[in-house]
């Protein structure tokens, strides 16, 4: 037994991580998503030249052929470095159309969409789920009661984006007309509720990136702002805060990292186990976030504090394909089961 | 990543169910002579006290706790006794294993592990709780013994130990750590009185003990003089792993499902209720988070700097899962969570008080929460000592 990531597993987190910090940083990322004609196109493409669209694309299209873990991996990166871009909403559409597409349609979208030369946007319901990156995407995978059809852009395709609070993943509303939408004839229900797990355990990294991040720039701060003449690093009731702030965060990584490796190994109850990372995680997210604000004092309520940014996507983290209390009253019944 | 155990961990659990089989008949439980023959032969299989050598009394197996997870999981499921309880077995036997010499190992190692020595620890005093530095009990040598004088209080099982392991002040020209020695003390003996304590739960399972020219051998110093604080040290590491165990977690969690099925709310199980399910499977988030941060630190990398702070974390966490479960349990139980479950031998669900106040006792015991997050904080995030610098 060995619970913990390959040495390429490490290497992979650590490069996007690393990219992301070193070339793109919070506070310029923040400033370009406020521009309105940057679509931050070389973000995409900068992450994807690491590989990251085809991470679980089958490699005879290009992709890498690895799993729900490697995709965990790089999307807690991506949450740690709070990455601007679409990158979940595709991962999650390119899943479907590789599991669920005819061989043509495979043929057809597949090596874009590992690529990223191709960008795949979930139409996951009409209900209010947000569209991640529906605007700028190639081609729209849409769940229906059977499975998942698939829409290339053009004029059957409606995107109206909304005012989203999270500026590094703009949201959308899409509305595509019935003709133009095409089933992905070998996806059924049990595909989109794979489709939704995988999204539970991304979003899930995502928020234990995000709310690492939220520790650290904590813990940083600790160690330079001073008051009454010390560090306040050195303050009991700040090291309090930090403290249960890393009780908050720390052991939730194991709980993604379980839910991404039980969906890979087919285990019993991986779904489950998903959507308990997802709402643990996420919930934690909101509180490590907030809290995290508050240990920076009045500089954290500030535009130029990073620490919004987290905030902001510990918001779309929650509730992005079920808060934490619907997921909790979902799996209960499974959690709850006499032995 | 890979979470089978793998063909060598199946055939160890074949193993060691097939020992069960043998050696295991659950209706002797009750008989001393029986189950202490049973340890004996565990011990002589390797399956218990695999870390204290075959010379000490124990089986003196490589480290590898997969293995002692499979030797837990397969003694509970048919509720085989496992290794003898208590300060001496979970403490002092490590201590002695690390710092001890031959001749006090051959002492006391191989009478502890049967149970046949009980122990108690004598760490806190009055005045020197979480700031154990402070501590004021003093020994001198005297001829051939150490003359020891002080207090010591909330020691746990002092009634029925043998011996007590101490830190004393034995330097008192070096400053508070580096004056502290480590002390093995007969219990019966006449500078050794024991005043049971009462406990807020209202029974005495602690007490005060009043050292008063207590003697002991000067051989029963532990590592050097002046070096109590470092062998100590050993001691309350194993203690912080041995508290946090989730298979506990994972079994009161079991318990508490039952609870919430048996008793009403609002004229409905409990486990009906929709708020109770909620916190229910938060909890269980809790829990599982405990249980993968455990398989993290069971894992070959363990060494790197994230498992290491994990392991920080362990006994604050155990505290958070302990106090969330006694909350849902005072919420489920109403007004059976009125009776004292002291009053009858065979009381009902108001036994759960015993886990509502258990659960303080988790969060003071083997140093408490806010020292535990001083510890965290300092050693686990690296910031700066407070002005009293003062952790351990």
Known sequence: MNFELSPEQQLLGDTVRGYLLTEHPVARILARAEAPDDNLDDVWDGLNALGLAGIAMPEEFGGLGLGVLDLAVAAEALGYGAAPGPHLGHWLASLAVARGGSASQRARWLPGLSSGATRAALVWDDAGTPVLGGAGADVYVVRTAAGFEIAAAGPAVTVRR?????????????????????????????????VRAVGHVLVAADAFGGALRCLDLSVAYAKTRRQWGQLIGQFQAVKHQLADLALLVEPGRGLYWYAAHALDAYRLGAAEAAALAK???ADSYVRAARSAIELHGGFGYTWECDVHVYLKRAL???????????????IAAHVLAPA | MDLSEGPEYERFRGEVRAFLDRHWQPDRAADDDYVAKFRRDAVAAGLLYRGVPES????????????????????????????????????????????????????????????????????????AGS????????????????????????????????????????EPDQPRRAGLSYLLLAMHQPGVEVRPLRQLTGSSEFSEVFLTDARTPVGLLV???????????????????????????????????????????????AIDDPGVRSRLVELHGWIEAQR?????????????EGPQRLALLNKLLHTEIARRVSEIALDVL??????????????????????????????????????????????????PRDAQGAQP
């Open chain 2, 292 to 304: 993968c941060s455990a398989l993290i630190q069971a894992s070959p990398g363990a060494r790197s």
């Open chain 2, 334 to 383: 109403g007004p059976a969570g009125l009776l004292d479950p002291r009053a009858t031998t065979r009381p009902g669900d108001e036994r759960w008080l015993n886990q509502f106040f258990g659960s303080l006792g988790v969060a003071i015991a083997g140093g408490t929460s806010n020292i535990q997050r001083n510890i965290i904080a300092e050693r686990g995030l690296g910031l």
């Open chain 2, 56 to 127: 000490y009394g124990g089986s003196g197996q490589a480290p590898d706790p997969l293995r002692a997870q499979v030797v837990r999981e397969e003694f509970g499921r048919v509720r085989a006794p496992l290794e003898v309880g208590g300060v001496g077995t979970a403490l002092l036997v490590p201590t002695l294993l690390q710092w001890g010499t031959p001749a006090q190992r051959e002492q006391f190692v191989p009478r502890t592990v049967t149970g046949e020595l009980r122990w108690c620890q004598g760490y806190s005093e009055p005045d």
């Open chain 2, 131 to 170: 700031d154990l530095e402070g501590l004021r009990t003093t020994a001198v040598v005297d001829g051939g013994e150490w003359v020891i004088n002080g207090q010591k209080v909330w020691t746990s099982n002092s009634m029925r130990a043998d011996w007590m392991f101490l830190l004393a002040r034995t």
């Open chain 1, 316 to 330: 779309l983290d929650r509730e992005y394909l079920g808060d934490p209390e619907s997921l909790r009253q979902e």
């Open chain 1, 279 to 281: 709402s643990h995680i």
């Open chain 1, 162 to 194: 909304r005012p989203g609070i999270d500026l590094t993943r703009p949201i959308d509303e899409v509305t595509i007309e019935a003709a133009a939408l095409e089933p992905l004839p070998a996806a059924d229900s049990d595909l989109a509720a794979y």
């Open chain 2, 223 to 269: 590592g050097e003089r002046g070096q109590g604080w470092a062998v100590s040290r050993t001691t309350l590491a194993a203690e912080r792993s041995t508290l946090a165990a989730p298979e506990t977690s994972a079994a009161l969690f079991a318990s508490l499902v039952k609870l919430t099925r048996r008793r009403e709310r609002n004229g409905r199980p």
